[in-house]
């Protein structure tokens, strides 16, 4: 089987990138292997789902944007045969408080580049935010920004609608899983899978998420990217609470609503390097469940229902993601992950940026030069300042 692109791993990154390709260049022979066809464990499916432009670099601000208009228009491009696709865009907004000094200076520098860049993001200090959330405690609160017009999709409608474009526009969709990548002469020249069946294709794309290390060793490569654990709960209040954003407490906690109650997680950097699909229910008795009610004193009665485990494709050497080929590996063998949990909002941005490198040499719509490959062996962090998944 000969392609001219092979996309590894068939999330939201990987169907972005081989959309954005095929969209462009119809005639393109493409597949995208995936080896989880239900998607029982891909982040896709298992994330929070926001879409934010809080972030405190341009890049990542700019990627938000386009996240945010593919997602806007998402139903009419992803239509087949006349069959609307859906995304359920909730534009409730999304808030983030600072408690400290050092938080608000980051909090107040974001909010400016952000609004410089043309996004809707109001400042807010305690009095203000307790007049837009009467809900919330804010006696502890320096400043906060809240984003109006942002939000959070339905990942799992986001995903089968893109999936089914993609197949549409006549890209195939491999299922196996990788067992390793042949290389000669410095290219990659084929995907071999454990079924035996070999495909051979021009470029590779490593779209693997959390799981792209293990892609990359397959050549030699040790990409600083683990999965890193996290945990989501979805619980119940007893009391009637107003409408509310996807709310970042001190860069510590995030809760939003869902269904008939809420979804809350947190995040601990500490635990990135394995991973573990047990949800840990005590942390939310011991940890989670106090800061959710410090800041909203409504969800001092609440009832656990539900928790999945899910993990981040986090980049331990600096938060951000890493783009394009490796200095020394195979030109023809690309790579986009460690998105660190800004991988949902960001994905249609890294497919088109994957799809320009291919087709065009160079990323031609935002320049993401900052967050290449090359940052890790020169030795040169980029991380987000102020800004938590």
């Known amino acids: 089987m000969k392609y001219d692109v092979i996309v590894i791993g068939g999330g939201l990154h990987g169907c972005s990138t081989a959309y954005h390709l095929v969209r462009r260049e119809p005639g393109l022979r493409i597949a995208v292997v995936e080896r989880d066809p239900a998607y ?6 298992r994330s929070t789902a926001g879409v934010r432009v809080m972030f405190s670099q341009e890049e990542n601000v700019r990627m938000s944007q386009y996240g945010g208009e593919f997602y806007r228009s998402y139903e009419e491009a992803m239509t087949v045969d006349g069959e609307l696709a859906t995304v359920s865009f909730r534009r409730q907004g999304y808030l ?57 999709i339905d990942s799992h409608a986001a995903l089968m609608g893109l999936r089914r474009k993609m197949r549409a526009l006549g890209v195939a969709y491999v299922e196996g899983t990788v067992a390793g990548l042949n290389a000669a002469s410095g290219l990659v020249r084929s995907v071999a899978l454990e079924s035996g069946e070999v495909l051979e294709g021009g470029w590779i794309v490593n779209n ?99 928790a999945w485990a899910c993990h981040y494709a986090y980049n331990i050497f600096d938060g951000n993601m890493i783009i394009g080929a490796w200095p020394g590996a195979p030109e023809n063998f690309l790579i986009a992950t460690g998105f660190s949990g800004h991988g949902l909002q960001h994905a249609p941005a890294a497919g088109r940026a994957v799809s320009e490198l291919i087709l065009d040499g160079r990323f031609t719509t935002i320049d993401l030069d900052r967050f290449h490959c090359r940052r890790v062996p020169e030795g040169r962090r980029e991380p987000e300042r102020g800004v938590t998944a």
């Open 40 to 45: 029982e464990h891909a982040a896709s499916i």
């Open 96 to 152: 983030f408080i600072a408690t400290s000094a050092r938080a608000a200076a980051d909090m107040r520098e974001n909010h400016a580049l952000q609004t410089g860049l043309g996004c809707h993001v109001d400042l807010l200090d305690a009095g203000g935010l307790a007049a837009r959330f009467p809900s919330l405690r804010t006696d502890d609160v320096v400043c906060a920004t809240h984003a109006p017009g942002d939000g959070w």
């Open 208 to 306: 693997a998420g959390a799981w792209a290390h293990e892609i990359c060793a397959m050549i030699g490569l040790d990409i600083p990217v683990r999965p890193m654990p996290r945990t989501t709960w979805y619980f119940e209040c007893r009391a009637e609470i107003g409408p509310m954003p996807l709310t970042v407490d001190a860069g510590v906690i995030s809760f939003r609503p869902e269904g008939a109650g809420f979804i809350a997680g947190m995040s601990d950097y500490e635990r990135a390097g394995d991973f573990d699909w047990e949800p840990d229910l005590e942390a939310f008795e011991s940890t989670a469940w106090p800061r959710l009610a410090h800041r909203l004193p409504a969800f001092e009665a609440i009832r656990l229902r539900n």
